[in-house]
């Protein structure tokens, strides 16, 4: 398995965009996270999944923020619109949970930064 | 809510030195998971090593071992014989043995930024 695949890997946009990150899995993990990275606030859990459906999203900061996995093999996470402080790494990573004693894989992330 | 704190944000080794990180947690759970993970500037995270709360041995991977204290809430991790390919973040993460609800994630410390001395 090629392990988790982010894309894009940076992204730069103007205030106001809409921005859209995208996530594939490890095949065969059935949970799905997603967490923001920055200096202040360090690695922050934003939303999760398990088999395809949102189990906790109390991180997400506000509405203009949504998550969607329609597949097992797919998800995005989409701000809308983008504000200058959404700037940070966006990381997906997938665990499979019918291992308990493994760890979460991380994708290489997306470094999104709004202007 | 289960919290992790690393009270160390940066670090320094001399190369071929040994250096321990050290990592706090706070839970009422009995069962649960510790994690160490690494984050090089290419900005991947990799799993260092893992322990599980059930286990009384220390858990050792090659340079990397980890000196659990369960009921003080320690977890650190030790690295011997530093090498330059160590210099990263590292952060320490507890995850719930008990994956029901929002207890799948994993909490993450604020991290340690190691760098090694040649």
């Known amino acids: 398995d090629a392990g988790v695949i982010q894309s894009p890997r940076h992204e730069v946009t103007e205030m106001g965009q809409e921005v859209t990150l995208r996530c594939k899995p490890i095949?065969?993990?059935?949970?799905l996270f997603w967490y923001r990275q920055t200096m202040m606030r360090g690695l922050e859990l934003l939303i999760y999944?398990?088999?395809?459906?949102?189990?906790?999203d109390s991180g997400m900061p506000e509405d203009r923020f949504s998550a969607k996995m329609p597949n097992a093999s797919f998800s995005t996470l989409k701000i809308q619109p983008s504000e200058p402080r959404d700037s940070a790494v966006y990381f997906c990573?997938?665990?499979?949970?019918?291992?308990?004693?493994?760890?979460?894989?991380f994708g290489q992330g997306t470094r999104l930064t709004v202007v | 809510a289960q919290t992790v704190t690393q009270s160390q944000p940066e670090m320094s080794v001399q190369e071929a030195e040994t250096v321990t990180l050290s990592c706090t947690y706070d839970?009422?759970?009995?069962?649960?998971?510790l994690f160490w993970y690494k984050q090089p500037p290419s900005r991947q995270m990799i799993l260092v090593i893992r322990?599980?709360?059930?286990?009384?041995q220390n858990a050792t991977e090659n340079r990397f071992s980890v000196n659990f204290q369960k009921a003080a809430k320690s977890f650190s991790l030790k690295i011997s014989d530093s090498q330059l390919g160590d210099a990263a973040m590292y952060f320490c993460?507890?995850?719930?043995?008990?994956?029901?609800?929002?207890?799948?994630?994993?909490?993450f410390g604020k991290g340690t930024k190691l760098s090694v001395k040649p």
């Open positions: 990573a997938s665990w499979n949970g019918q291992t308990m004693n493994t760890e979460a894989f």
């Open positions: 095949s065969g993990h059935d949970y």
């Open positions: 999944f398990n088999n395809n459906v949102p189990i906790d």
């Open positions: 839970t009422s759970e009995s069962d649960y998971y």
């Open positions: 322990q599980e709360a059930y286990k009384q």
């Open positions: 993460a507890y995850r719930s043995a008990v994956v029901w609800g929002s207890q799948g994630n994993l909490i």
